[in-house]
């Protein structure tokens, strides 16, 4: 399985981007799917994820109303619509393929992921 993320990019504070993924490969349609993202000198982070069967997403409140995880399960692509963005949202993000069908927030449960596509928001 390979994941390609892109999208990424420049944007001023209060902008928008879409970031989009594409797999290929033996990808699991039932499988859920999601985002992450990662700062200079911090942690991997939870953005969002899609559950494999009902499509139903999980956002943990720092995203929350401001960004949204779709999938298009027969072109194998995952998007994530970012509104809203702040200087905080700035790093490398991250899409992943999990081993469940239930959308998941823990980094370990995921087992495929792609590259990375830079986003970085201006104050």
């Known amino acids: 399985v390979q994941l390609q993320a892109s999208g990424g990019g420049l944007v001023q504070a209060g902008g928008s981007l879409r970031l989009s993924c594409a797999a290929s490969g033996r990808t699991f349609s039932g499988h859920s799917m999601g985002w992450f993202r990662q700062a200079p000198g911090k942690e991997r982070e939870f953005v969002a994820a899609i559950s494999g069967d009902d499509g139903s997403a999980l956002y943990p409140d720092s995203v929350k109303g401001r960004f949204t995880i779709s999938r298009e399960k027969l072109k194998k692509m995952l998007y994530l619509q970012m509104n809203s963005l702040k200087p905080e949202d700035t790093g490398v993000y991250y899409c992943?393929?999990?081993?469940?069908?239930?959308?998941?927030?823990?980094?370990?449960?995921?087992?495929?992921w792609g590259q990375g596509t830079q986003v970085t928001v201006s104050s």
């Open positions: 992943a393929e999990s081993r469940f069908r239930a959308y998941q927030d823990l980094a370990t449960s995921y087992h495929y």
